[in-house]
Each structure stands twice: as C-alpha cells, then as structure tokens.
C-alpha cells in the first residue's frame, strides 16, 4: 500500500490567536508538493502543527497517515508513525553527541533488546555523511552546537537519510545553504525520492525546485492554500512575485496574526 | 542516642581520648585547643545557605576500629568501588582506618600512604609541618571541630621526584551513624612528584538510619614542580550532613587537578579551594552534583592567585530534582602582583522541578590590572525546545530529558581525566537520577 497522508480543515492557532484558518492537502507516496508564499503567511506554523510543537494548538481538522490520525499522537508517536520534519531553526543540544542522539532516535523505532549494532549503526552514519560530504568530526560534535546554518541543514538530511520516513516536510532547507550545499541536499532529497514516500517542501526559491521537481506547487497566505499548481506557478512567482495572486484573489495583508 | 552537645566536644575529652589512642603530645595539645575553640566561635556561614538550621549536633562518639583480616570481609559496598586493584588501598569504617595497604615498590621509594592517626605516630615531625597549615583550625567552628575530633584519615607522602604510577585509593564508609565519623585528609607532594589520589566516602545503605555529621577536612600541599590529581566521590546518606573543606597550597610551576563529586541524599556543605602561591602554578577544579528530594546543597570553588601567570579554572554543574537546591558559589581572587594571571569560572544549574531552587554566585575579586578572568553562571530548566526536537525524532519524552540531562553533564564528566572515577562518578550519578 503507498503512502497517504490527508491534511483536512486543519486550523490551529499559537497563544489563542488563529494562525492556520484550516488547510486542505492530499499527499500520496511518490509525490513531491511544494509550499511557496510570503514571510508570516503560516507556512512553519503548519509544520508544526503537523509535528506537535508545544505551543501550537491544533483546534479544528484532522491530519492522517495511512488512516492514522496523527493529531491524536504524541510528537515521538508521530515521528514514529513516519512524519519527518527538518525544521527551519533546528534545537542545539549541548553534551548530546550527534551519534549519540542519532542513534538513539533509530533505536526508539526497534524493539527493546533489537537495538541497532554499534558497528552497523556506525557504517551506516558514515556512508550518510559521506554522500552529503559531511566532515566525520560532526558525528562527534554536539547536536547542533555551533553549527553554521548551512550545516544544520545537512544534518537535518542526514537524519532524515537515517530514519527513513514516510512523509518529510522540509521547511526552509535551502535557507543558508552555499551553491554547493544546495545541490549536494537536493542530491540527497532525490536520493530519498521513492513510491512510497511523499515529500512536502517549504521554499521562497525556484532554485531549489530546479533541483527537486516538484510535483504540485501550492501558495499560501492568510494561514490558507490560496492557489495550487504545477511546477510553472513557481516559475511564475518567481518571475513575476505575488502580487499577481494577491490581485486576482483581492488579498491586501497576505500576512496572518499580526494585530 | 547520638551524643547530642550544643558544644560538640570540650578540652578534657578531647585531649583524654587522644592520649588513650596514644597520640603524641603536640597532637594531643592541639587537640585540646581546637575543642576550646570550638566551644566559642560559629560555624560557616555559606552565601544563601542557614547551615546552622542542619542538624550539626550528631558527631557520635569514637568507635575504636576493629581491622579487617582480608579486603574479602570488607562489604560489598565497599568491594565494588575498588577500581583500583588492591594494591594500594586503604579503607575506613566509621572512626578508624580498618585496612591499608601499600605496594611495596612504593615504599621502597618513600612513599607513605597510611592513615593519618598511623603517620602521626610514626611521621610525626613531617605530618606536624603540614597538619593544619593549609587549613587553620581557628576559621570557624567546623575547622576547630574536625581539628578537636578527626579520627583514621589518609596521609600521602611523595618524595622529590618520584611519580605514582596507579592512583592512591581510599575508600571512607560509615555503617553506625553513632560512631564519629570525620576523615582529615593530607597530601603532600614534594618537587617534582606526581600523584593522583581517588576517594569514595559512602554510608552502607543497610545501617540503621539516624543523624550523623561528617565534618572532613582535605589538605594538599602541591611543592614545586609537582603535580596532583585528587578525585574524590562523596555518597552519604539522607539522614547525613556532609560538612568537607578542601584546600591546596599550590607553589611554583606546580598543578592540582580537583574532581569532586557530591552526590550525598543529605544536605552538603562542599568548599573547594586552590591558594596558588607560585609563579606558574595550575589549578582546574571540576565539581557535578546531584540533588534530589528536599536537599540542600552549598558549593563552593574559589582559587586565590598570588603567583604571577598562574591559572585557574572552575566548573560546577549541578542538577536539582524536587525540591532540592544548590547555592553554587565561584570566586576568583587575584591579589595584587599576580600579574599575568588568569582566572575562569562556570557554574551551571539544571532544575528538573519547579520546586527545585538553584543559584549561581560567579565572583571575581582582582586586585591587579595586568590579568585575564572570565566567568559564565546560568540556571535554568530543561527546555520545552530541545525536549520537542529530539521527540520529533521519534525519542520518548523521558529519554529526551534524559539525554539532556546526561548532555549538560557531559562536558564535565567526559573530562574527568581519571577512568576510574569518571565510571564511578557516571554509575553513582545515573543511580541518583533514575532513582
Ligand atoms: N511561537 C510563536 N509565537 C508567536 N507568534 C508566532 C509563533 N509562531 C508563529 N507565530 C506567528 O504566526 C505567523 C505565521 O508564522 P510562520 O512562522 O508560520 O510564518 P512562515 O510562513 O513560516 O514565515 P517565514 O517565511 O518568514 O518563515 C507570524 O505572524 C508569526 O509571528
Ligand atoms: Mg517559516
């Protein structure tokens, strides 16, 4: 069976404000969908809501995974369950070393008494790493701690690399990354492309959809999905802007929450 | 009953109990002074700490010891923190030294590694040069107290030159909380020798539990050139109020390494001190705690410069569960004429509770303009962010704030440059975290 994951009516609001005024997306095994669309129109606030952030309550809609009702789950069910978020401002973790952490997150997904060799686990973390041309010492180094934007970002691929998940949203990856980081991510994306995982990618830049085509293009503002479309929309916006799309919607503030 | 003094000890005792050990006169004089003083000054007064609200009164009465014939009738408490081998091992059981025992490579080069009551009838003239010099008994009740009744204890000795190999251990215990029970601990290292020192002081978890005070003193005298480590793990009971004073004299282009580990259940007095007198003297002192339920903790690292380009570094983290609290103070000094000095501090807290309480006091006192010092303190609670991104990755909630936990205690601990203790210390602070 691929991948389905159904994102209805969801609404979710931060601090009691309304933030996401209820989303609609259907994402299916082998796609790739790619959320464009202004600074403050929601589009972090949805990956949070979908992972389980805290401070994100969730009040209207649903969210499934091959008929599981995520919103239901705790966040380390749901990564469990195969949601994967690489996030746009990544937590440092001092005194917690990257392979120390990795390893751990792969083991919450086996049996106790079932847990990954060390020996297996360690190949595997450096065959990652080499394909994203990571240094070795960042297997050692604490989580995040000091780390450039840039090499965030590949760490945040090289746990999704490791973990294998069903439907990966990246928020903002290309952000901070050099032209070489850009496409050595977008190689490991590709890399990760395969029928039965779907793909949800935040970006403001065609450049990034030059590499990973995208399958669907969606815009939002106002914490909605305004427009939909193929890979040309993205051309188009990033041609052109969006106040063509304000114009034909008769959007003023594309911006949600703000008072 | 435990002997319950408002004066925990008086001259006539004091100086009656020394003399029935067959302690020598100097020793027994001091002895008798000390439980004068005693009788009239106060106890510490440790920043944000009312120490005197402790029960400080349950000192105990002398218990004469009663040596082991083998380590094998040593309990098994103490057996398993042997990380040592037996080689060079001494043990003490509430007021006296039950077992030591020294390699004889060792002492076929000077070494002296015995209780210190044993040094003082057989080294007496070189324990007498050292034996409260670093200390003064005079400080406040708690330096006159261990003074008046200090029992068993360790005595180091390393001569010119000579460099101990495998580490010194001691392992402190007490299993009858009325048996005084106050360790004096003293270190000499001459020019040029290199030691390191571990100790363990524990309460066997089987005694009956009642009040017990353990007041300790640690003294080192680091001569030129030398260079020691001292690692001590302090274990105790709830029902027990650890009171321990550690002080170095450090002298020219000499080193001490502390690593101090205070994971008592009972409120804990710990001040950890280096007076580096030398040009060129070192001193890097690392202290983890752990506190749970209702515990109070005040710890204190402070380095006295004198030396010119002499360094000092400190490091405390702590982690507070329930209501426990730390009261963590960090003083650098720096006299004037030290010049070139340097002198750096962190103190971190951890609260895993709301009611837990802890605070950091970084103080820098430099009285010269020609230094480098620097200090960091924070305290804080485990962060909602960091809990949230490691459960995104699919790690439970409890095993994400463990791993935050054993992270911000990892930077101390995987430093920790004695194997030994760094494994005791790991295996000690998980029993009182899971626990
Ligand atoms: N934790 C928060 N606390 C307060 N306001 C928040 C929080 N998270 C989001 N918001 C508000 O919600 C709105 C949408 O923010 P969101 O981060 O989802 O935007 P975005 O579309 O991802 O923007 P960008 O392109 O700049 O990343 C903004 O007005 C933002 O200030
Ligand atoms: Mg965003």
């Known amino acids: 069976?691929?991948?389905?994951?159904?994102?209805?009516?969801?609404?979710?609001?931060?601090?009691?404000?309304?933030?996401?005024?209820?989303?609609?997306?259907?994402?299916?095994?082998?796609?790739?969908?790619?959320?464009?669309?202004?600074?403050?129109?929601?589009?972090?606030?949805?990956?949070?809501?979908?992972?389980?952030?805290?401070?994100?309550?969730?009040?209207?809609?649903?969210?499934?995974?091959?008929?599981?009702?995520?919103?239901e789950m705790e966040v380390?069910?749901?990564?469990?369950?195969?949601?994967?978020?690489?996030?746009?401002?990544?937590?440092?973790?001092?005194?917690?070393?990257?392979?120390?952490?990795?390893?751990?997150?792969?083991?919450?997904?086996?049996?106790?008494?079932?847990?990954?060799?060390?020996?297996?686990?360690?190949?595997?973390?450096?065959?990652?790493?080499?394909d994203l041309e990571m240094n070795p010492e960042f297997a050692h180094r604490y989580l995040n701690e000091g780390f450039s934007g840039g090499e965030k970002k590949r760490n945040e691929i090289?746990?999704?690399?490791?973990?294998?998940?069903?439907?990966?949203?990246?928020?903002?990856?290309?952000?901070?990354?050099?032209?070489?980081?850009?496409?050595?991510?977008s190689n490991g994306v590709n890399?990760?492309?395969?029928?039965?995982?779907?793909?949800?990618?935040?970006?403001?830049?065609?450049?990034l959809l030059n590499y990973i085509k995208p399958d669907f293009v969606h815009v939002m503002m106002q914490g909605?999905?305004?427009?939909?479309?193929?890979?040309?929309?993205?051309?188009?916006?990033?041609?052109?802007?969006?106040?063509?799309?304000?114009?034909?919607?008769?959007?003023?503030?594309?911006?949600v929450g703000q008072a | 009953m435990s002997t319950q003094l408002t004066t925990p000890t008086d001259r006539q005792s004091a100086e009656a109990l020394a003399r029935s050990k067959g302690e020598p006169d100097w020793l027994v004089a001091q002895r008798g002074e000390a439980a004068e003083l005693a009788g009239t000054i106060g106890w510490p007064k440790p920043e944000k700490v009312r120490i005197e609200r402790w029960n400080l009164t349950a000192v105990g009465r002398y218990e004469k010891p009663a040596a082991a014939g083998a380590v094998s009738e040593l309990p098994a408490i103490v057996r398993e923190l042997v990380s040592e081998g037996t080689e060079n091992l001494l043990v003490q059981r509430n007021s006296g030294a039950v077992w030591k025992q020294v390699a004889g490579e060792l002492s076929g080069k000077g070494v002296i590694f015995t209780d210190l009551e044993t040094a003082c009838r057989e080294h007496g003239d070189l324990v007498q040069q050292y034996l409260f010099k670093a200390v003064s008994?005079?400080?406040?009740?708690?330096?006159?107290?261990?003074?008046?009744?200090?029992?068993?204890?360790?005595?180091?000795?390393?001569?010119?030159?000579?460099?101990?190999?495998?580490?010194?251990?001691?392992?402190?215990y007490n299993d009858d909380q009325e048996s005084t029970f106050a360790p004096h601990i003293l270190i000499v290292a001459d020019n040029h020798s290199r030691v390191t020192y571990v100790d363990c002081v524990i309460t066997d978890p089987a005694a009956a539990a009642s009040p017990f005070v353990h007041p300790s003193i640690v003294e080192v005298f680091v001569k030129p050139g030398a260079h020691v480590r001292f690692?001590?793990?302090?274990?105790?009971?709830?029902?027990?109020?650890?009171?321990?004073?550690?002080?170095?004299?450090?002298?020219?282009?000499?080193?001490?390494e502390w690593i101090i580990g205070d994971l008592n259940d009972g409120n804990t007095l710990s001040e950890t001190k280096s007076v580096l007198k030398g040009q060129g003297s070192t001193s890097d002192a690392k202290v983890i705690s752990v506190g749970k339920n209702a515990q109070q903790n005040s710890l204190t690292t402070q380095a006295v410069h004198?030396?010119?380009?002499?360094?000092?570094?400190?490091?405390?983290?702590?982690?507070?569960?329930?209501?426990?609290?730390a009261i963590i103070n960090g003083i650098t000094k720096i006299e004037h004429g030290a010049t070139k000095a340097n002198g750096v501090q962190t103190e971190k807290v951890l609260m895993l509770s709301p009611k837990a309480r802890g605070d950091a006091n970084p103080i820098l006192l430099i009285d010269e303009d020609d230094v480098t010092a620097g200090h960091a303190a924070s305290v804080g609670q485990v962060n909602p962010e960091q809990v949230y991104y490691l459960m995104s990755r699919g790690i439970s909630k409890q095993d994400a704030e463990r791993l935050i936990i054993y992270g911000f205690l990892a930077p101390v601990v995987s430093e920790i440059p004695i194997e030994s203790v760094r494994g005791q210390l790991q295996r000690l602070l998980e029993r009182k975290l899971e626990g």
Not at chain 1, 158 to 185: C, F, H, T, W, Y
Not at chain 1, 234 to 241: F, H, K, T, V
Not at chain 2, 144 to 162: D, E
Not at chain 2, 234 to 256: K, P
């Open chain 2, 306 to 325: 004198f030396g010119k380009s002499s360094d000092s570094n400190m490091v405390t983290r702590a982690v507070m569960k329930d209501s426990a609290s």
């Open chain 1, 158 to 185: 090289l746990q999704m690399m490791l973990l294998d998940p069903k439907i990966v949203v990246l928020d903002e990856i290309d952000s901070g990354l050099d032209i070489d980081a850009l496409r050595i991510v």
């Open chain 1, 191 to 207: 890399a990760m492309r395969s029928e039965e995982r779907g793909f949800l990618i935040i970006t403001h830049y065609q450049r």
């Open chain 1, 1 to 71: 069976m691929t991948t389905q994951f159904v994102i209805d009516g969801l609404k979710a609001a931060i601090d009691g404000k309304e933030i996401l005024k209820g989303i609609n997306l259907e994402i299916k095994g082998g796609e790739i969908h790619a959320i464009m669309g202004p600074n403050g129109t929601g589009k972090s606030t949805l990956a949070s809501a979908l992972m389980g952030h805290p401070k994100y309550e969730v009040t209207e809609g649903t969210a499934t995974l091959d008929g599981e009702d995520l919103l």
């Open chain 2, 137 to 172: 008994k005079d400080e406040d009740k708690l330096t006159a107290l261990n003074a008046a009744i200090w029992n068993g204890g360790v005595f180091v000795y390393v001569p010119k030159n000579v460099e101990v190999e495998l580490p010194l251990q001691a392992i402190l």
């Open chain 1, 76 to 130: 380390d069910e749901r990564a469990r369950a195969g949601l994967f978020l690489a996030m746009q401002y990544p937590s440092e973790i001092p005194g917690v070393t990257n392979s120390d952490f990795l390893r751990s997150a792969i083991n919450a997904r086996r049996e106790e008494g079932n847990e990954i060799s060390l020996i297996k686990f360690i190949r595997q973390m450096e065959g990652k790493m080499k």
């Open chain 1, 224 to 255: 909605r999905i305004v427009k939909s479309g193929g890979p040309e929309l993205a051309e188009r916006l990033e041609n052109e802007g969006y106040d063509w799309v304000k114009e034909e919607l008769g959007i003023v503030d594309e911006t």
């Open chain 2, 231 to 256: 690692g001590s793990i302090h274990s105790m009971g709830e029902t027990g109020v650890d009171m321990t004073i550690r002080r170095a004299v450090i002298e020219n282009d000499g080193r001490i």
